[in-house]
């Protein structure tokens, strides 16, 4: 095999293999839980929709601050969506139906942002601050 092919052939290789290792999830339970959150801030819209797996989505408005990645968001909320409430330390699952407009809020998204304004993202966790 030449030079050429061989190199065309690891590339291709290279191509194939890497997003079935970067999209792996870690199952792991006893992971210390991430610092900070992509947006923390206001629920300023609910929208309920259920079709599918959707139960609806959020718009969230906040500022940036140093453990956040922007200050606005509109956020869609399916049924993997971990919803939590937290008490100081304590932490109790909730439903969608749970999040009213005016609630402060903390969101990690999970899988790509659209990189709109504001950015369009989906929630792996929501936690409604108290």
Known sequence: MNIR???FVQLVGFGLVMPI???????NQNATPRVGADIRGTITQVNQAITGDILGSLLVEGKLETDTH???ASITITKQTVVLEQQGQNRRSITFADLQKGQLVQVRFIGAVAETYPVQAQADEVVLLK
């Open 21 to 27: 290792v970067g999209c792996t999830a870690s199952t």
């Open 70 to 72: 922007y200050d606005r």
């Open 5 to 7: 092919r061989r190199n």
